[in-house]
T-cell receptor, first 111, second 114 residues
């Protein structure tokens, strides 16, 4: 079983919808939680970063971390066709260098 | 803003050949990470360097080696290439003094082994 589980989708929603992307994890040592966006054949782009539990908002994006449930979410409001990409969650333990990624969810926003 | 630079962007090699991938981190970033992403897979951590010293190691085959130089650029050397080495290889960088978890990725090198 993978340390980080993420529904690969694909997920298709109409423009303007609220999108919810989620990951679960098993390693309780994870303290840092990131969301990356990856367009086809490009490198992952860091969207959001959160330490421990709580919420963080950046424009149309909101990241939530619930460590008690080992569950993290990314919400995208007023979704745009340009948001169409694969979204990867990533996590890291305190003192560790490596990021452990989820499988990625392929998202399509339809005009 | 300057980003992570990787070269070459595409590389085609035959089995048993050797390949060298290069990574130039964001200016002032002192830590470099290498990841391998197979087709339809998530990126897998290979190795990282901080101030020219190996700082963490993941699932990197013994056939692979890497180093970081005094100007902080890094090279990933891959020998005795196998078909299964075909993948996207990403380099990421961070400024460890601020946050080593805030890693910024380059565009990747697509390696094809035939």
């Amino acid at each position: 079983q993978k340390e980080v589980e993420q529904d690969p989708g694909p997920l298709s929603v109409p423009e303007g919808a609220i999108v919810s992307l989620n990951c679960t994890y098993s390693n309780s040592a994870f303290q840092y939680f990131m969301w990356y966006r990856q367009y086809s054949r490009k490198g992952p782009e860091l969207l959001m970063y959160t330490y421990s539990s709580g919420n963080k908002e950046d424009g149309r994006f909101t990241a939530q971390v619930d460590k008690s449930s080992k569950y993290i979410s990314l919400f995208i409001r007023d979704s745009q066709p340009s948001d169409s990409a694969t979204y990867l969650c990533a996590m890291s333990a305190e003192g560790a260098q490596k990021l452990v990624f989820g499988q990625g969810t392929r998202l399509t926003i339809n005009p | 803003a300057a980003g992570v630079i990787q070269s070459p962007r595409h590389l085609i090699k035959e089995k048993r050949e050797t390949a060298t991938l290069k990574c130039y981190p964001i200016p002032r970033h002192d830590t470099v990470y290498w990841y391998q992403q197979g087709p339809g897979q998530d990126p897998q951590f290979l190795i990282s360097f901080y101030e020219k010293m190996q700082s963490d190691k993941g699932s990197i085959p013994d056939r692979f080696s890497a180093q970081q130089f005094s100007d902080y650029h890094s090279e990933l050397n891959m020998s005795s290439l196998e078909l299964g080495d075909s993948a996207l290889y990403f380099c990421a960088s961070s400024l460890r003094a601020i946050n080593s978890y805030e890693q910024y990725f380059g565009p990747g090198t697509r390696l094809t082994v035939t």
